[in-house]
């Protein structure tokens, strides 16, 4: 059996698999096109839209869908990016691992760091919200009984193989589907024989005028696609990587994207205006206006259930970030870097992730949110630039088609996400920096003072 370098090969015809250098630390593939792109609708949460949608309307002035669409636009440039890098690298750890390959292994860690604040809290924010949901229904119940259940259950899909997480995703996906049909239907019976202005949820009612409020609207809503991110942790997962990896990514971002846009039309439509009882708890009066009480329980049941599947699918992908970097020894390899025997599954990884989700108890949602967008658009920009270092500079395929694909499309990228971070909240980004600090401090010691080279990633390609 023959091997050669991983970074060496440019032929993306037929997909490699890609080993680790760890033995038995080898994933397995068992993951199609569907169950990708079902994996990564469910980590987004169809119904995510109404979690956000009073705070980014009266931000906004009543252009939440406006907001989406520039969220959608910057959001599929990087969407064609990390399609780009999994193809070059068909591995798991997701912006980690393909800053590692393009920058070093050094600036990978801070990526990789970096994200794992997304992925460490977005279970927390879903636990939070199951609790909340539940107490509200059945208040003899404490909310933190809610949350412990969840946790457990969660966890155990986890341990048990990817392939529970997949057809739990498939389920939740396809109840969440029924429901936007409903209150699409109840929606369109509330608006029938009534005059409508489709330009009105673009346009707001001039309450938030101006570029800046649409901007800080739209940069609270890039947490909404983290899904086709957490896609790319599977590529190890995966039957054919380089082929259904960047497809799966490209379709869970712009279906996905044009499902919040028009979620927002419609909720806009048949409740105008900025101005709510309370807007964290918008969809209410949303779901009352609509479809009466039938829709707000119907809604407050979905929802339970999609932020379990996310919970259940942001676990999975944030302990295989984690076994990636356990795996290349940036994290203790004894603890982070191996598998079970059993379940060929993450399980410390899994477990770990579990007790920091306790938190969850005694954790409010608007911290945890806040802790959140910080990490996203450092992985963001990190992989943007990755294309451009890989292909235009170690790889050198500057011929105009490449140019165009892997020189101006990831620019493109990477300058709309730039420009959502002058939008950020300061609390965002003073805990960001606070984070990202830690991690510098953390890889210094490891390096000694970065006299030694940090653990690189290392993958053989087999023939």
């Excluded at 080898?26 to 609708?41: K, P, W």
């Excluded at 780009?84 to 990789?112: E, N, Q, W």
């Amino acid at each position: 059996m023959a091997t050669q370098s991983a970074r060496l090969s440019t032929d993306f015809s037929q997909p490699a698999p890609l080993t680790h250098s760890a033995q038995g630390t080898a994933l397995r593939r068992v993951l199609g096109l569907s169950a990708l792109v079902f994996f990564g609708l469910v980590y987004m949460v169809p119904l995510t839209l109404f979690t956000t949608y009073g705070v980014v309307t009266e931000m906004t002035g009543g252009r939440t869908a406006a907001a989406y669409v520039v969220t959608l636009l910057a959001m599929i440039f990087t969407a064609l990016s990390y399609g780009f890098m999994v193809r070059r690298y068909p591995i798991a750890g997701s912006a980690y691992s393909y800053t590692s390959k393009s920058f070093g292994p050094a600036v990978g860690f801070l990526a990789g760091w970096s994200l794992l604040l997304d992925y460490l809290f977005l279970p927390m924010i879903n636990y939070l919200v199951i609790g909340l949901f539940l107490n509200i229904a059945f208040p003899e119940v404490p909310a933190w009984v809610f949350v412990l259940s969840a946790i457990g259950l969660v966890t155990a899909l986890n341990v048990l193989g990817i392939s529970s997480v997949s057809s739990m995703s498939n389920l939740i996906v396809a109840a969440q589907a029924v429901f936007v049909v409903v209150f699409l239907a109840l929606a369109g019976k509330t608006l029938a024989g009534q005059p409508i202005d489709l330009m009105t949820p673009f346009l707001g009612d001039g309450s938030q005028p101006g570029l800046a409020p649409l901007m800080a609207g739209a940069a609270v809503l890039c947490l909404s696609f983290l899904g086709f991110d957490a896609v790319s942790t599977l590529a190890e997962e995966a039957r054919d990587p380089k082929r259904d990896i960047p497809r799966a990514i490209v379709i869970t971002t712009v279906g996905a994207g044009a499902l919040f846009v028009i979620l927002a039309m419609v909720s806009q439509l048949v409740f105008p205006g900025s101005t709510f009882k309370d807007a964290d708890a918008a969809a209410t009066e949303v779901m009352l206006t609509t479809g009466g009480q039938f829709l707000e329980a119907f809604f407050t049941a979905i929802y339970v259930a999609g932020a379990a599947g996310s919970a259940l699918a942001s676990q999975a992908s944030v302990s295989r970030i984690l076994f990636s970097m356990g795996r290349d020894g940036i994290l203790p390899e004894r603890v982070f870097g191996r598998l079970s025997q059993r379940f060929h599954t993450p399980t410390t990884a899994i477990l770990i992730v579990s007790a920091i989700s306790l938190l969850a108890i005694v954790t409010d949602l608007t911290t945890l949110a806040s802790m959140i967008s910080f990490g996203a658009l450092v992985a963001f920009s990190a992989v943007n630039l990755a294309v451009i270092r890989s292909y235009l500079f170690s790889d050198r395929q500057r011929q105009p088609g490449d140019l165009l694909r892997y020189g101006l499309l990831p620019l493109l990228g990477f300058s709309l996400i730039a420009w959502l971070w002058t939008s950020l909240a300061g609390l965002t980004l003073v805990i960001g920096l606070a984070w990202f600090a830690l991690g510098f401090a953390y890889l210094a010691i490891q390096t000694r003072g970065f006299r030694r080279k940090a653990p690189e990633v290392q993958f053989s390609e087999v023939d």
